[in-house]
């Protein structure tokens, strides 16, 4: 769906405080990959993750979404009285229920008549939950939405190594479960608002979207344990890709040398050079920042294109492609005009 009246009126992120390099990781796994004959190093030479940022102890998907929020909140220069949605689509979370955004709403003290809700889609739901605000923002439904993403991967690394560190794991289980030691924590906002409100904002024209739910199996995670066919997500992940980006040249009038950055999802260095090589991407149009941060999940999409905006690579008018999949799979591929 096309989008004539949504703007971008803040963005926001939150890098975690804690560095964990691939070196750690290895040097607590010795034991491990010696008695397997595990010599490559897979998440720093492979993956080309070598580091990752984590939490305080104790910090929750709502402290770090909370932070965000309020961040972004500050940076489109509103209250938070003004948000008519709050929606969070962090894959980390408190609890089964409430809510993570019935959390981070009280936090901030939202109003009572702003609607709330999480959306939960692997590491698409960022751009799901945009596409949510925009439809409810071109429709007039409301003023501001805000989205937000805490992510936090601390659990997941003290299970993960706890289990991988055992003396009786075998080679397979350890593939199996390789791919979350790779996830990142942090955070992202973004506050969306109706275009005559912010008329010289970035403009999200909004995106195309498509599934192959026939490989929902590829990873599936919990909180503390994820379990992932790294092969055949990124095999089967490309070709849904390039579905998706087809479909968007046509709805979006896309040309590949017309489009000024590219925000991929971060994975890895594999998974950004299959996306650069299927589309023909200029790499100096890809920012990476897996390498130091591991994959965030749904919050690395406006990480990325926050610190784009930070070190001062977008400049008005540039035409900003937005290309997230998300385990299940599903894939939206989405334009913002700065």
Not at 180 to 207: F, H, I, N, Q
């Amino acid at each position: 769906m096309p989008f004539q009246n949504v703007s971008i009126a803040g963005l926001a992120h939150i890098d975690a405080p804690h560095t964990l390099t691939s070196k750690e990781i290895n040097e607590r796994l010795q034991p491990t990959l010696e008695r397997l004959g595990i010599r490559a190093d897979v998440l720093g030479d492979i993956a080309g993750i070598h580091a990752r940022r984590l939490w305080d102890q104790g910090t929750q998907a709502s402290d770090a979404a909370t932070m965000a929020g309020r961040k972004a909140l500050e940076d489109a220069g509103i209250t938070a009285d003004k948000v008519g949605l709050l929606v969070n689509t962090s894959v980390s979370r408190d609890y089964l229920e409430p809510s993570t955004a019935s959390i981070v709403s009280g936090n901030l003290g939202i109003g009572e008549d702003c609607v709330t809700f999480d959306i939960a889609n692997a590491c698409l739901a960022f751009i799901n939950g945009m596409d949510v605000a925009a439809r409810m923002l071109e429709r007039g439904d409301i003023d501001y939405a805000l989205i937000v993403d805490g992510e936090t991967s601390n659990l997941v690394y003290e299970k993960t190594l706890e289990r991988m560190m055992s003396p009786d794991i075998t080679a397979q289980q350890l593939r199996d479960e390789v791919a979350a030691l790779t996830t990142g924590s942090g955070a992202a906002a973004m506050v969306m608002a109706r275009s005559e409100l912010v008329p010289d904002a970035p403009r999200y024209k909004g995106g195309v979207t498509r599934a192959a739910n026939q490989w929902n199996k590829l990873c599936v995670g919990n909180l503390d344990r994820m379990v992932t066919d790294t092969r055949m997500l990124l095999i089967e992940g490309i070709k849904l890709a390039t579905k998706t980006f087809e479909a968007t040249r046509e709805a979006l009038g896309w040309a590949v040398e017309e489009i000024d950055q590219f925000v991929i999802h971060q994975v890895s260095q594999p998974h950004t050079n299959a996306f650069i090589k299927a589309f023909g991407i200029d790499p100096k149009k890809v920012m990476t920042i897996f390498g130091e941060h591991g994959n965030i999940g749904p919050a690395s999409v406006p990480i990325v294109l926050s610190k784009l905006r930070q070190l001062g690579k977008l400049k008005k008018g540039d035409r900003v492609a937005l290309m997230g999949i998300g385990s299940g799979l599903n894939c939206t591929m989405a334009e913002v005009v700065w």
